[in-house]
């Protein structure tokens, strides 16, 4: 990953640690990591993007419990349990700034999906985790906001990626969902990569609790 990301295996400003994110113990381990990395860099970790996720299709009355465990754990409980990490670690550096310094602002940008907000055939499982994590998101805006960090997220059409052809692996189905998109295509990800980036600015401070939809006009249309 790091080589297709970066052009490198050893990318020079770029670590990693790697995690579980659905397990508070590996989550704390790796924050603990950043927290010590941060510390002898002089950082300040102002930034959390919320992208890991599953996806399986199936008629829900065929949707298993362990299935939609596959579903519900990485794509809700991971983001709360990062974000709840994310938040002690930033209101941790706040607390050691001085009053010369101003800490930057906290950011929490969450992928969503389209599947938040309509019903997409044999995505039962997927559309309530993701309506889920826009629901937790909320909370997250309106307890989080007057500590200094916002959260929103991004709700993207389907994305080309590795994770998509495997959910629109039936050609039918996948000409069908494009043929309801009014723009006619599915998003590429730089084009969800520029909405995280606009919600993380300083300027857009007064955007908190907010949903992007990148989706081309498709939850619009209600189909």
Known sequence: MLESTYGSQSPQGVSTFECDITSETSVSAAF????????????????????????????????????????????????LVVSNAF??????????????????????????????????????????SKAGLVGLTKSMASEWGGRGITANTVSPTVTWTPLAAKAWADEGKKQKHLDQIPTGRFSVPSEIADAIEFLCRDESAMINGADIRVDGGFTVCGF
């Open 32 to 79: 603990a990591q950043i927290a010590e990395l941060a510390a002898a860099r002089a950082a300040f970790p102002s930034i959390l993007v919320n992208a890991a996720g599953y996806v399986s299709v199936q008629p829900l009355e065929e949707t298993s419990a362990d299935e939609a465990l596959k579903n519900f754990l990485p794509n809700l409980l991971g983001p």
């Open 87 to 128: 938040f002690h670690l930033y209101r941790s550096r706040v607390s050691e700034t001085t009053t010369e310094t101003k800490p930057p602002p906290g950011r929490i940008v969450s992928i969503a999906s389209q599947a938040a907000h309509l019903a997409l055939d044999g995505h039962g499982a997927y559309c309530a």
